[in-house]
């Protein structure tokens, strides 16, 4: 399959580290946040979203945390292993207009064995 | 069950040629939507269908770009006059519903096109 973003901020993490994507976001008045994981040749897959009511959210091995003064989000996931390569987006949208997704560019993380 | 599919995978065009994406929403998914991506860059939101009515638009760059959705299924996108800033990866995703659970979006592996 084809592969999106060459150009993209990379993050390169030993297998069973733990990896932090981080993501500034531009509207203030976002109030929904969502990361998907897109491989290589594949459409987005959604990971885990937070609201802004919240600060923190946990799902499995992944944790979204939300700092709305700074408009900042970061995906933490746990025990990295290879099959976590990809590259990750964030995403915001108003919970009025929730179909409409506002994407960041995008951070290649690859997995070292 | 079955995803999201889009057809074709792969396109070749030539500058000027009229294109139609096809996409395959999961069944019973009233919601359908378009996106583009270009290399390097992360999804720019096109179209949202609820059923078969296009509550927004907004996204669709210029009037060269048609989308339409018949039966609340399939839906096409339609490209006139190709230019080679129009290619990129054109996706499509489907929910249950449009206006909550954004998250429960899923897309389709979508159609590279490339303007020659």
């Known amino acids: 399959g084809e592969s999106v973003g060459l150009h993209l901020p990379t993050l390169s993490v030993q297998e069973g580290d733990n990896s932090i994507i981080n993501c500034a976001y531009s509207n203030s008045a976002s109030d929904y946040f969502i990361w998907y994981k897109q491989e290589s040749g594949k459409g987005p897959q959604f990971i885990i979203d937070?609201?802004?009511?919240?600060d923190k959210r946990q799902g499995q091995r992944v944790t979204v945390l939300l700092n709305k003064t700074v408009k900042h989000l970061s995906l933490q996931i746990a025990a990295t292993q290879p099959g976590d390569s990809a590259v990750y987006f964030c995403a915001e949208s108003r919970m009025d207009s929730s179909y409409k997704l506002i994407f960041g560019s995008g951070t290649r993380l690859l997995v070292r064995p | 069950g079955a995803g999201v599919s889009q057809s074709p995978s792969n396109k070749v065009t030539e500058k000027g040629k009229d294109v139609e994406l096809r996409c395959d929403p999961i069944?019973?998914?009233?919601?359908l939507y378009w996106y583009r991506q270009s290399l390097g860059q992360g999804l720019e939101f096109l179209i949202y269908?609820?059923?078969?009515?296009?509550?927004?638009k907004s996204g669709l760059p210029s009037d060269r770009f048609s989308a339409e959705r018949t039966g609340g299924s399939v839906s096409t996108l339609t490209i006139q006059r190709t230019q080679q800033e129009d290619s990129a990866v054109y996706l499509c995703?489907?929910?249950?519903?449009?206006?909550?659970?954004?998250?429960?979006?899923?897309f389709g592996p979508g159609t590279r096109l490339t303007v020659t």
């Open positions: 069944s019973g998914h009233t919601a």
């Open positions: 937070i609201r802004s009511n919240m």
């Open positions: 995703a489907s929910s249950l519903a449009g206006l909550a659970g954004v998250g429960e979006q899923y």
């Open positions: 269908f609820q059923g078969n009515s296009a509550p927004d």
